[in-house]
């Protein structure tokens, strides 16, 4: 799979330590956000380090390498932006945001909507890393869910950790800048058929199913899907700030109703 390449470069400053190290903190205060009995200790053993070197990093009384940058970077899987603000990546490098990009053959193995659903579920108060009980959440069957976790945590993006399951990515897209794969295709009818069920299944005050019909210039498409990404990612940003209470899935359609060889 496509994963967060990290570039030495010959020197790292001291305030490339200090962003490292406040982000490390946020990566354990994070954890204890979602489990209150998380401890220092249960830290120190997902990052496979003794907890009193790991107390001495985040207080900042021990001093950073390199090398224990890299290290920690890789296994708490930290951003491409993370890393360029750490000093890991050369300076100019272009990175899209926050985003982990799933690789073309990655996304193959897990374009069924519901793998998404379930790494997303993990951020939901009460949530339990049981197959039936994340089965019934989703309403699919117990074998699907119990294949699903097994081919994220394949994949990495799922692990477990502390009797519960942690997406190792905060933010992961599956957009590329290439042709549209059959399993982006078969993920994208996936979607849109759950969204044609809503309309009559779901009550009206849980969801906004709109559309707009309008002429356009086409030579504006590429600012278009810009505007789009943002708008998505802003929105996301929105709502997953606060209490985390259902899992929700977001479709914009934007797709001409002329014939264009007529």
Not at 146 to 155: D, G, N, P, T
Not at 159 to 186: M, P
Request: with cysteine; net charge positive; proline share 2%.
């Amino acid at each position: 799979m496509e994963t967060n390449a990290i570039t030495n470069r010959q020197t790292i400053t001291e305030d490339d330590k200090v962003r490292f190290r406040l982000w490390l903190q946020r990566q354990f205060t994070e954890r204890c956000k979602k489990n209150p009995k998380y401890s220092l200790r249960a830290f120190a053993k997902f990052v496979k380090m003794d907890a009193s070197s790991l107390s001495q990093i985040l207080s900042g009384k021990r001093d950073l390498s390199k090398k224990m940058i890299e290290r920690l970077s890789s296994i708490l899987t930290a951003t491409p932006k993370d890393l360029k603000s750490f000093g890991m990546l050369p300076r100019g490098t272009d990175v899209d945001g926050d985003f982990y990009q799933v690789g073309v053959d990655s996304f193959a193995v897990i374009s069924d909507w519901y793998h998404y659903a379930i790494m997303e579920l993990t951020f939901v108060d009460g949530f339990q890393a049981d197959a039936k009980w994340i089965s019934r959440k989703l309403n699919i069957t117990v074998e699907e869910t119990k294949a699903a976790i097994e081919r994220l945590k394949r994949l990495g993006l799922l692990v477990d950790e502390n009797k519960s399951f942690l997406k190792t990515n905060r933010l992961i897209t599956n957009h590329a800048q290439v042709n549209t794969s059959g399993a982006h295709k078969e993920l994208q009818r996936q979607l849109l058929l759950k969204a044609l069920n809503a309309i009559e299944e779901c009550p009206q005050e849980d969801k906004d199913i709109t559309s707009m019909t309008m002429a356009i210039d086409v030579a504006k498409l590429d600012e278009a899907r810009s505007l789009i990404r943002r708008f998505r990612r802003d929105l996301c940003a929105l709502l997953e700030d606060g209490e985390q209470s259902q899992v929700y899935n977001l479709g914009v359609q934007l797709f001409p109703l002329t014939d264009k060889s007529k």
